[in-house]
């Protein structure tokens, strides 16, 4: 099973990005799929989490408005539109699945089974 995450770069402070996320070894359109991120001397943080379904999503609140999560089961892929982007929005992001099928949607890192090794984004001025 692999994760494998792309779409960062280097953006000016009010850009914009498109982060993808592909499956492969297995699929996960009954799975919850999050994204979540690292700064430099961070901790690992939640950022949002999409239902299998995609009915639901969920975004830590220093995102909402400017973020958007979506997923397109039948290509295994799970997409983070950032928009507006801040200096603190600076990480690397990584996309994780939770192994249980119809799982709830959970924050915490330690719940997600599978991880994607991670997109740069940067924010320039």
């Known amino acids: 099973v692999q994760l494998q995450a792309s779409g960062g770069g280097l953006v000016r402070a009010g850009g914009s990005l498109r982060l993808s996320c592909v499956a492969s070894g297995r699929t996960f359109n009954t799975n919850v799929m999050g994204w979540f991120r690292q700064a430099p001397g961070k901790e690992r943080e939640f950022v949002t989490a999409i239902t299998w379904s995609g009915y639901s999503t969920y975004y830590t609140d220093s995102v909402k408005g400017r973020f958007t999560v979506s997923r397109d089961n039948a290509k295994n892929t799970v997409y983070l539109q950032v928009n507006t982007l801040k200096f603190e929005d600076a990480a690397v992001y990584y996309c994780?699945?939770?192994?249980?099928?119809?799982?709830?949607?959970?924050?915490?890192?330690?719940?997600?089974?599978?991880w994607g090794q991670g997109t740069l984004v940067t924010v320039s001025q």
């Open positions: 994780a699945a939770r192994a249980s099928r119809f799982s709830a949607v959970t924050m915490r890192a330690s719940d997600y089974d599978y």
